[in-house]
């Protein structure tokens, strides 16, 4: 191996630079066949690195948020629920009632959707570079005896506060909903999903007629 290329190598790796060490050759003979000159060069090497630390830092992000099933606003069936604002949906999926602090609750029967939204809003917040965090009712409750019997309650604590954004899904014990929606509806955006269940209707689409 040449001693430039040793030497490239070698400091790509102690920079913690892999996307460059992974493809600067190609981009140099990329670079020469289009005639670019040396700083339109490094700047490709440079905004590739970038690219990978940011997409491996959102990827870091959705994996740690727990999501029991990645779900995307496109996958989202607007027509079978007509009674969802879909516009409103558009707009908190910038992500401003986050940096407002404003919670949104989604409320409706079940199977109409609310936790397909609901991570939909955590996935795009990944995206934007936020900590999310993804729980069900009774695993954080789960969770919180655990921390009891334990004593590190004020540990749990400190990781709730970690995240932009808290996902609370499946409230399920009535007492328990009317209570929080008590305490949260204070600079709220409500969602009120009303229609046929939605993983019923995707159940019948899937069904074959073998009879």
Same mark, same amino acid.
């Given at each position: ?30 670079? !020469? ?16 690195e970038v690219? %990978? ?5 959102? %990827? ?7 999501? *029991? ?10 027509? @079978?629920?007509?009674?969802? +604002? =879909? ?6 999926? %910038? ?7 404003? +919670? ?23 995206r934007q570079?936020?900590?999310? =965090?993804?729980?069900?009712? @009774?695993?954080?409750? $789960?969770?919180?005896?655990? @921390? ?14 970690? *995240? ?7 409230? !399920?014990?009535? %007492?328990?909903?009317? @209570? ?6 204070? $600079? ?5 999903? +009303? !229609?046929?269940?939605?993983?019923? =209707?995707?159940?019948?689409? =899937? ?5």
């Amino acid at each position: 191996m040449p001693v430039n290329k040793m030497l490239i190598e070698a400091y790509l790796k102690k920079l913690k630079m892999p996307q460059a060490a992974k493809n600067y050759e190609s981009l140099a003979r990329e670079a !020469g066949d289009n005639n670019l000159d040396y700083e339109e060069y490094l700047l490709c090497v440079l905004e590739q690195e970038v690219h %990978q630390r940011e997409n491996n830092r959102i %990827q870091r992000g959705i994996r740690q948020a727990g999501f *029991p099933v990645i779900k995307t606003l496109e996958s989202f069936d607007f027509l @079978a629920i007509p009674s969802l +604002n =879909k516009p409103r949906v558009l707009k908190l999926m %910038q992500g401003e009632y986050i940096r407002r602090r404003e +919670n949104v609750l989604l409320i409706g029967n079940s199977g109409v959707g609310k936790t397909h939204i609901a991570t939909a809003l955590g996935y795009e917040a990944c995206r934007q570079g936020m900590r999310v =965090k993804f729980y069900t009712a @009774a695993g954080l409750i $789960n969770e919180l005896l655990a @921390a009891q019997q334990e004593y590190r309650l004020n540990k749990l604590e400190k990781q709730w506060l970690a *995240p932009h954004l808290v996902i609370l899904d499946e409230l !399920g014990d009535e %007492q328990m909903t009317a @209570a929080l929606l008590d305490r949260l509806t204070h $600079n709220a955006h409500i969602l009120n999903i +009303n !229609g046929e269940s939605y993983r019923f =209707k995707q159940a019948l689409s =899937k069904q074959v007629d073998v009879g």
